[in-house]
């Protein structure tokens, strides 16, 4: 049990492009999914936390209106790369909560991970 | 604001050895979970152990135990009967009770040695 599936997993994409990227939880309901950014050989930097019809929360010093957040669904939520540069060329994983204990102090179950490169 | 930090870059181990990693953490919270979560190669995420802040009794998984001193914000995680496939990077991280993010520390990579 606690799936968390990504797509793509892999996208090369070009400057000035968009791209979406998806997440979702296949066999529990997430009412919260979260964000994250990883550079090589570094850790995973929050990025913001998605819940289910309303507005996602963003990390300090994350821009709103380049990663688009919309959690849809309690099985869906979707990051989307506005206007794509290469600084933008990172791993990006989602998680979500596992819904087994009530809330924020359920367990966080990880995507796969997509790594985006922007030529 | 919550901290998580992790001073051993890398480490290494030979198969079958117990190897202890350490982590040490700041929070203003009093609701708040620890967790040890393991990063192999293919960079899946994989839960290796969960922590909750309110208990005194140290967490248990198979091979994986952890050292949780509260009153000196340390977590750390022992490897007993190391295996290859425990080689990866382990993150410890801090969990709000009450927004349920995580803050992650650096990372620590684990060789397991044949």
């Known amino acids: 049990g606690a799936v968390v599936s990504q797509h793509p997993s892999r996208v090369i994409c070009k400057s000035g492009t968009s791209v979406k990227i998806e997440c979702r939880s296949l066999d529990f309901q997430a009412t919260t999914m979260f964000w994250y950014r990883q550079f090589p050989k570094q850790s995973l930097m929050l990025m913001a936390t998605s819940n289910e019809g309303s507005k996602a929360t963003y990390e300090q010093g994350v821009e709103k209106d380049k990663f688009l957040i919309n959690h849809a669904s309690l099985t869906l939520s979707t990051l989307t790369v506005t206007s794509a540069h290469p600084e933008d060329s990172s791993f990006y994983i989602c998680?979500?909560?596992?819904?087994?204990?009530?809330?924020?102090?359920?367990?966080?179950?990880f995507g796969p991970g997509t790594r985006l490169t922007v030529l | 604001a919550q901290t998580v930090t992790q001073s051993q870059p890398e480490m290494s181990v030979q198969e079958a050895e117990t190897v202890t990693l350490s982590c040490t953490y700041d929070?203003?919270?009093?609701?708040?979970?620890l967790f040890w979560y393991k990063q192999p190669p293919s960079r899946q995420m994989i839960l290796v152990i969960r922590?909750?802040?309110?208990?005194?009794q140290n967490a248990t998984e198979n091979r994986f135990s952890v050292n949780f001193q509260k009153a000196a914000k340390s977590f750390s995680l022992k490897i007993s009967d190391s295996q290859l496939g425990d080689t990866a990077m382990y993150f410890c991280a801090h969990g709000s009770g009450n927004t349920g993010k995580l803050i992650f520390g650096q990372g620590t990579t684990l060789q397991v040695k044949p």
């Open positions: 929070t203003s919270e009093n609701n708040y979970y």
């Open positions: 922590q909750e802040a309110y208990k005194q």
């Open positions: 998680s979500a909560n596992s819904g087994t204990s009530g809330g924020a102090v359920d367990t966080q179950y």
